[in-house]
């Protein structure tokens, strides 16, 4: 009597039945993945490929023929981090976006991306702090600010407590901007029929991309190059790691842009609005 098949589900639907030789061939070669769930007759509930062991072989099989990722962050574990790790990484996302963010058949979690972008904005954020002083935007060393005619007075010298209160909140901030970002740009991929290897691999994308665009605070008038920066390398890569036609996260990110440009006008105009009432 032989044994029985395993019904197979990926993402919540059913991909069919087969035998336990086929999902061996299935997994060998890459046609099936490991987190494809699976059920016999009998059995209490579904269970993940991997977690079985007769297939133990067979994923371990593939593995081994997979190619390392050409993200070092990616494949490095955390307590082993170090400066050479970072700039392997940093150079793959800026020089070759194309390798760096091919489809990979090993799924990626998100904590590692959701990482690089904290560690980034760690390091940027006292240049960007910097760049916001010398623009104005916060109170300057010792100078005069001047908004619809009222003077504000900063105190000589570093003020350590403003530093800090933007220095610890802002890479936390990145990394919610960033994955809200994700999701807006994965919605709107999927409206137009694109990101079909899933909502990771585009917060995977995005998380990358944007780690890599903090590090033009370390540009003087950086910031001025990142939209342009940001709608190049995320399109490239988008496209790269989709297999979706270029139009697709061009139109996708054009959307978004208008979208961030919308809501940055509001809180603008929110801001700025109590100072154009009438005193009295």
């Known amino acids: 009597m032989s044994a029985a098949p395993y019904h197979l589900a990926e993402r919540g639907v059913s991909v069919g039945v087969r035998s336990e030789a086929e999902v061996e061939a299935g997994l060998a070669t890459g046609r099936l993945s490991a987190a ?22 067979a994923i371990g099989a593939f593995r081994s023929l997979v190619p390392p990722s050409a ?12 400066w050479t790790t970072w700039a392997r ?23 590692r991306a959701a990482f690089w ?13 910097l ?23 900063a105190p000589a010298g570093l003020d350590l407590s ?9 890479p936390l901030a990145m990394v919610v901007l960033t994955m809200a970002g994700a999701c807006l740009l994965h919605a709107l991929l999927v409206l137009l029929g694109g990101g079909q290897a899933g909502f990771r691999v585009t917060a995977r994308v995005v998380a990358y991309v944007t780690g890599a665009m903090l590090m033009l605070a ?7 190059l990142a939209p342009f920066a940001m709608l190049a390398y995320l399109s490239v890569s988008l496209r790269e790691a989709h297999r979706d036609a270029a139009w697709k996260p061009l139109l996708a990110l054009a959307v978004a842009g208008c979208c961030a440009a919308c ?3 509001a809180f603008m105009a929110l801001a700025v609005w109590p100072f154009f009432r009438p005193m009295g």
């Open 36 to 57: 494809t769930l699976s059920w016999r007759e009998g059995e209490p509930g579904w269970i993940a490929l991997t977690a079985r062991p007769e297939f133990a072989s």
């Open 71 to 82: 993200l070092a962050f990616d494949a490095t574990l955390l307590l082993r981090l170090d």
């Open 89 to 111: 990484t940093m150079r793959a996302v800026w020089s070759a976006p194309r390798s760096a963010f091919r489809p990979s058949p090993v799924s990626a979690g998100l904590g």
């Open 117 to 129: 972008v904290l560690f980034c904005a760690t390091l940027a954020a006292p240049l960007v702090y």
């Open 131 to 153: 760049q916001l002083v010398l623009t104005d935007a916060a109170l300057p060393f010792g100078r005069r600010s001047i908004l619809a005619g009222i003077q504000v007075v």
């Open 162 to 170: 403003r530093f800090a209160a933007f220095f610890f909140p802002f």
């Open 218 to 224: 370390f540009v003087p008038c950086g910031w001025a």
């Open 263 to 265: 809501v940055a006008t």
